[in-house]
């Protein structure tokens, strides 16, 4: 699947997590067109209402192209 649209994302089921620090939910996202790996958790807080945790990985495991990004953005 590719994500065309800037600022999106997609999470699906993970059927392959064997412990429970595995993600419950896998998949990708699309952020200031660079295209992320994203894996989420279910959690409970003290009031027992369930969230998800998210984290984000670029798909370009060289995190260069991420800092480059970054370091254009500057203007000094």
Do not use: R
């Amino acid at each position: 699947m590719k994500l065309n649209k800037d600022n999106t994302g997609v999470l699906f089921p993970n059927h392959k997590k064997t412990t429970e620090k595995h993600p419950n939910l896998t998949g990708m996202a699309k952020i200031e067109g660079i295209d992320y790996w994203a894996s989420g958790w279910v959690n409970t807080d003290k009031n027992q209402e369930k969230y998800i945790s998210m984290t984000f990985k670029p798909k370009d495991s060289n995190t260069s192209s991420v800092q480059k990004k970054i370091d254009d953005d500057i203007p000094f």
